[in-house]
């Protein structure tokens, strides 16, 4: 439905926003369940060309806006410090270390009182 005025729903506007970053690969999609968000509308579909120096990456486009557990964290480390073996010892303690599915279990405890 449209707003008053005419104008696009937020969730459409999101999604034009979303086609206009640097580096994105070909369309801004939204689903049809889309959604306004915080950034990226809920349901909006988008790849960057990350060989592209200009190209981005944003948190607002898996999960950010609804704090699903998603965090995109800035370090020094460069692509030629997570070659080779470091890539895989440092995806493997990742995994280790971060809870992932439906009732798993990470090697550092949290109850439901801890992240409230």
Known sequence: SHTKGGGSPP?????????????IVKHSLAMPDVHSGYGFC???????????????????????????????????????DVDGAMREKLAGLLFDHIPVGVGTKGVIPATKQDLE
């Open 11 to 23: 969730a459409i506007k999101q999604a034009s926003n979303v086609a206009s970053l640097p580096g």
């Open 42 to 80: 809920i349901g909006n579909v988008a790849a960057f060309d990350m060989d592209k120096e200009e190209s981005v990456v944003s948190p607002g486009g898996v999960g950010f806006d609804i704090n699903c557990g998603v965090r995109l964290i800035r370090t020094n480390l460069t692509e030629d």
